[in-house]
């Protein structure tokens, strides 16, 4: 520990917010109880605090950590971090380590596939009791530390952070999954990545509005199995993939009725549906109205339709 706490110091060297060279890992120095910040965190992190003591507020909850402990932060937490123990002579040092979802997770399933399934993160048998949930805040241990300490050395030349910084972040990261807060990183990027897929996914269909679309291309274009995507994107949006779909062509064609004036066979063509009478039925059933008397009601309020959000 104290190897980490030298290497984090002779890198932190500013008061408050440190910035590495390496864009992966960036340090925290207070030298008083007064010394804070805050920041939003943009990806799954790993808060460490390797001396000093500090409490952090995570959006509505807060805890005290440190030393040699560290929390799991997930993508989009705001984030306060306040000295609550720290001086010139023993500043509080903290790192903050951006972690990859899709590391993490192939981690995990590296994990899964060892002949002692218990072992998974995702098993609450292995790091909890039945029934609770994973401490807020889990002490670093020496292996933890170790491998930190390697990942922090690893970034101080541009070729130990092109070869050796990624290896010691799958070494941390392997490290953190087998600790208490294994569960939290092992949802919070599952969380992430599914996220991100989704959004994709979403952005696939807006782009294609006019042409055939299958649920195995949606799946296959972020590459997830067509049953795995179907249930994250329900879970993710409330809509079952197709459904959104639909929802995201006769929106279209409402903006293409009202605000472009095209007539409803032009719309029903450029939002994919091969015949105008298939398009009126479904936009009535969802709108309540015929296109036709939806576009004209509008126009006469001089009322512009609402787009749907990505999500």
């Given amino acids: 520990m104290?190897?980490?706490?030298?290497?984090?110091?002779?890198?932190?060297?500013?008061?408050?917010?440190?910035?590495?060279?390496?864009?992966?890992?960036?340090?925290?120095?207070?030298?008083?109880?007064?010394?804070?910040?805050?920041?939003?965190?943009?990806?799954?992190?790993?808060?460490?605090?390797?001396q000093g003591r500090g409490q952090l507020r995570?959006?509505?909850?807060?805890?005290?950590?440190?030393?040699?402990?560290?929390?799991?932060?997930?993508?989009?937490?705001?984030?306060?971090?306040?000295?609550?123990?720290?001086?010139?002579?023993?500043?509080?040092?903290?790192?903050?380590?951006r972690i990859d979802p899709v590391l993490t997770i192939e981690l995990l399933r590296a994990i899964e596939q060892q002949p002692d399934s218990s072992a998974s993160p995702r098993s609450p048998k292995s790091n909890s009791p039945p029934g609770s949930e994973p401490a807020l805040v889990s002490p670093l241990g020496d292996e933890l530390a170790g491998a930190l300490a390697r990942l922090v050395r690893a970034t101080d030349t541009d070729v130990d952070r092109q070869v050796l910084a990624p290896l010691a972040l799958r070494e941390t990261a392997y490290r953190i999954?087998?600790?208490?807060?294994?569960?939290?990183?092992?949802?919070?990027?599952?969380?992430?990545?599914?996220?991100?897929?989704?959004?994709?996914?979403?952005?696939f269909m807006r782009d294609r509005l006019g042409e055939p679309i299958k649920v195995e291309d949606m799946a296959g274009h972020v590459e997830m199995s067509v049953s795995s995507f179907a249930h994250v994107f329900k879970e993710t949006t409330g809509s079952a993939p197709y459904q959104y779909l639909k929802r995201l062509r006769l929106d279209r064609a409402r903006a293409l009725l009202v605000e472009e004036n095209q007539a409803v066979g032009n719309a029903s063509r450029a939002v994919g549906y091969s015949t105008a009478s298939h398009f009126i039925s479904e936009f009535k059933r969802m709108y309540g109205e015929t296109p036709r008397s939806y576009a004209s009601r509008l126009r006469r309020l001089g009322t512009r339709h609402s787009p749907l959000e990505a999500r």
């Fill in 177 to 203: 999954l087998r600790s208490g807060q294994g569960p939290v990183l092992a949802g919070a990027a599952q969380r992430e990545n599914s996220g991100d897929r989704i959004t994709a996914a979403i952005a």
């Fill in 2 to 50: 104290e190897e980490l706490v030298s290497l984090i110091a002779g890198r932190a060297v500013a008061e408050g917010a440190n910035e590495s060279a390496w864009s992966g890992l960036s340090y925290d120095r207070f030298s008083s109880p007064a010394g804070a910040c805050e920041r939003v965190v943009t990806t799954l992190s790993v808060y460490v605090v390797a």
């Fill in 58 to 97: 995570l959006d509505e909850r807060a805890c005290v950590c440190g030393p040699a402990e560290f929390i799991v932060l997930a993508q989009g937490t705001r984030l306060v971090t306040e000295a609550l123990e720290a001086s010139s002579e023993e500043p509080l040092l903290a790192a903050i380590l």
